[in-house]
């Protein structure tokens, strides 16, 4: 199937042959639809929180984070082009009129309340240009090219995380600033040390270090902390064949193979290479202004106290275990009450029918595994993934996230436990990478491999299939200990679209 040729360009990429021709299979099979058993719903899949629990679980967050190392995971390396998809179609667009586009409309009307308002007039000042003439002119077309174009703030080229969101009375913040401040406020461990990770693209990452580097001073003046950051690329091996639609693989007009990112799960062998105790993951595009951030801070440490709990008792049972080689029913039924009631596993029911030596193997198995305390916030009728309760191969059921594309929607169950769903799944995890014995899980054996997804994408004007690996926060962490807690809905308020920056929650 193969050229020399061929073989040159995946060695070259440091892909193995063996995933090649796994992703083919893939193509051809598809993917099973996960069995999903239910809803998660308040004291069946999901924490909520009471005021009377709030003050302990914070604490215990604050103090393990005086001897554990905390990092903050951002992933960051889209870039924000598509936050300006409707101003580059009005652009294209020869006949274009802010009758016909709306967004553009909307984006001129409320111009003056974004935060890199003042940048663009300063830039188009310095080409001789006048904002507000420009627009009585009618001449938006020049305005957004000195928006997104190189000749002004090229932002067209930025990826999102450099991008001004935010204004204050006299400086504005890029989202990147914002997870600097965010994190000085609940990511701070080892005497005022705050980690950061962010993965961003190769193009985007020397100006990454220039921008952080340039602000974070006046940050760990204010913050009285000292930042550590790190960047990372997605690995190119992590990169998927592309197919046409007869699944043999694609090429390109030079006939030359073609391969694509895998989408935000091939951030796995990323998160994988962290040596931190306690990792706290967030999207780039997830920050709010400063008058909204008590909700953000205080959920995080919430989050970030029930790992904590849990992982102290998860411990102490691997170390019972350990020490038991045939424990007693009273100590097998309190594991099993746990996982039911706080992390909800729920076993399998041939479990009773196992001895108590064969029960232990079980829990062990079940235990000894990554920890992630997910939050979720209150559907509304957002589309994506979301929590539910999901049976296992071995007939237990866990909670997971699961994105549509991994639902079988011609099963009406399944099409009305979607519709019914309670809740959203913003990106907002902390998790707990070392195991009782303080050493760090390989996590690259906790994903589950059967749930890739399939698009459809092009390239020279010719469609083809592209392979998504396992989602960072679905497939990739489809085996680890996994559990629900909610969240108010103003710590999730994503920006996907620039006029997005003009809510309420972004001024």
């Known amino acids: 199937m193969f050229t020399s040729e061929d073989q040159q360009q995946i060695d070259q990429l440091g892909i193995s042959h063996s995933d090649i021709e796994k992703q083919l299979v893939q193509f051809r099979n598809g993917f099973p ?3 999903i058993v239910k809803n998660v719903s308040e004291g069946d899949g999901i924490h909520k929180i009471q005021e009377s629990d709030r003050e302990e679980l914070i604490g215990l967050y604050e103090t393990a984070c005086e001897n554990l190392q905390v990092q903050k995971f951002v992933p960051a390396s889209g870039a924000a082009s598509r936050m300006f998809k409707a101003l580059y179609e009005f652009v294209a667009d020869d006949n274009a009129s802010l ?10 009307e409320g111009i003056n309340k974004f935060a890199f308002y003042s940048d663009l007039r300063k830039v188009l000042q310095e080409n001789g240009k006048d904002l507000d003439a420009l627009i009585a002119g009618g001449e938006y077309k020049t305005v957004l090219n000195y928006l997104l174009d190189e000749q002004g703030l090229n932002y067209g080229f ?74 990372s690329i997605q690995d190119p091996a992590t990169n998927t064949i592309a197919v046409g639609f007869d699944n043999e693989p694609f090429r390109d007009e030079n006939g030359r193979l073609l391969f694509r990112p895998a989408g935000h799960g091939a951030l796995l062998s990323n998160l994988n290479k962290l040596d931190s105790d306690i990792v706290l993951v967030k999207n780039i595009d997830n920050v709010v202004p400063d008058r909204l951030k008590a909700d953000t801070i ?11 709990r849990y992982q102290r008792k998860i411990y102490s049972f691997m170390e019972a275990l350990e020490s ?4 007693a029913d009273d100590f097998v039924n309190e594991v099993v009450k746990f996982l039911r009631e706080e992390v909800f596993y729920q076993v399998a029911p041939t479990f009773n029918n196992l001895t108590n030596k064969e029960k232990r193997q079980v829990l062990i198995h079940i235990l000894n595994r990554p920890i992630r305390i997910c939050g979720m916030v209150v559907n509304t009728g957002a589309t994506g993934g979301g929590p539910f309760w999901v049976r296992n191969e071995d007939g237990s059921s866990s909670l997971q996230i699961v994105e549509t594309a991994q639902m079988n929607l011609d099963d009406p169950k399944v099409k009305t436990l979607l519709e019914d769903a309670n809740y959203f799944n913003p990106v907002d995890v902390v998790c707990g990478l070392r195991d009782y014995k303080g050493q760090p899980f390989n996590l690259m054996k906790y994903r589950d491999d059967n749930t890739g997804i399939i698009t459809e994408k092009s390239q020279g004007g010719k469609s083809l299939k592209a392979l998504e690996l396992p989602g960072l926060w679905n497939g990739s962490m489809a085996d680890w200990l996994t559990v629900f807690m909610e969240v108010p809905a103003v710590t999730f308020n994503p920006v996907k679209s620039v006029n997005d920056l003009m809510s309420d929650e972004h001024q």
């Open 99 to 108: 009758g016909t586009h709306k967004d553009v409309k909307a984006f001129f």
């Open 33 to 35: 639809p996960l069995p």
């Open 158 to 231: 930025l990826p999102k995380g450099l991008i001004k969101f935010h204004q204050y009375d006299s400086y504005s913040r890029t989202a990147a600033e914002e997870h600097l401040v965010e994190a000085a406020q609940y990511a701070v461990s080892k005497g005022r040390q705050v980690y950061l990770h962010f993965t961003v693209s190769p193009q985007h990452t020397e100006l990454f270090r220039a921008h952080l580097n340039e602000v974070k001073g006046a940050y760990e003046n204010e913050f009285n902390v000292t930042y550590h950051i790190e960047y």
């Open 298 to 308: 205080t959920y995080k440490k919430l989050l970030g106290g029930l790992l904590i």
């Open 324 to 327: 038991q080689p045939d424990p």
